[in-house]
């Protein structure tokens, strides 16, 4: 089955760390470039980070710049994002997405309170 | 950074209805943008890529046309499915960006 899961969301401090990660099956995972979209409660979508298909090229929303960083790991079909300097801002669900966006996980729930 | 302005913020419609949402960018994105339909709870599901290019197994009441920096996403008879919210998403640049979506309720 194509499909991503997320996981290694819950609650963590302010000025914590959480690193995510997206498991991809059913596709060839390498041929992809691969991104994290976030969703605050009750707000709307907004782009966090993008990879290329070789890890090569990183790219982030300024908010998260210096705190966050996006990898992958192709020989495992995986996709992680590294969250450090946590704050109350970053509560969301996380999402990561295939290419432009044809295919989404579940998500995953973050939420940095103290 | 391009910013994406999505209109209207809220929609009132009944079924049958003809819907129609605007998002503009703040610069030309030629056609890469992306419509996407997203219910309560749920993941978004991308209905529209380039604009105008209609996903596998979306219904062909769903279209898109527009480049440049006008874009529209129309809904031609609305179905009781189609109450949900909906994102334009530019992807001209490798930093991406969202509209700030489109609630469609009942009327």
């Known amino acids: 089955e194509v499909q991503l899961v997320e996981s290694g969301g819950g609650l963590v401090q302010p000025g914590g760390s959480l690193r995510l990660s997206c498991a991809a099956s059913?596709?060839?995972?390498?041929?992809?470039?691969m991104s994290w979209v976030r969703q605050a409660p009750g707000k709307g979508l907004e782009w966090v980070a993008n990879?290329?298909?070789?890890?090569?090229?990183?790219y982030y929303v300024d908010s998260v710049k210096g705190r966050f960083t996006v990898s992958r790991d192709n020989a495992k079909n995986s996709l992680h994002l590294q969250m450090n300097s946590l704050r109350a801002e970053d509560t969301a669900e996380y999402y990561c997405?295939?290419?432009?966006?044809?295919?989404w996980g579940q998500g995953i729930l973050v939420v940095v309170s103290s | 950074d391009i910013q994406m302005t999505q209109s209207p913020s809220t929609l009132s419609a009944s079924v049958g209805d003809r819907v129609t949402i605007t998002c503009r960018a703040s610069?030309?994105?030629?056609?890469?943008l992306a419509w996407y339909q997203q219910k309560p709870g749920k993941a978004p599901n991308l209905l529209i890529s380039k604009a105008s290019t209609l996903e596998s197994g979306v219904p062909s009441r769903f279209s898109g046309s527009g480049s440049g920096t006008e874009f529209t996403l129309t809904i031609s008879g609305l179905q009781p499915d189609d109450f949900a919210t909906y994102y334009c998403?530019?992807?001209?640049?490798?930093?991406?960006?969202f509209g700030q979506g489109t609630k469609v309720e009942i009327k």
């Open positions: 990879i290329k298909k070789d890890g090569s090229e990183k």
């Open positions: 997405a295939r290419d432009i966006g044809d295919l």
């Open positions: 610069q030309s994105i030629s056609d890469w």
């Open positions: 059913g596709f060839t995972f390498s041929t992809y470039w």
């Open positions: 998403q530019q992807y001209n640049s490798y930093s991406w960006t």
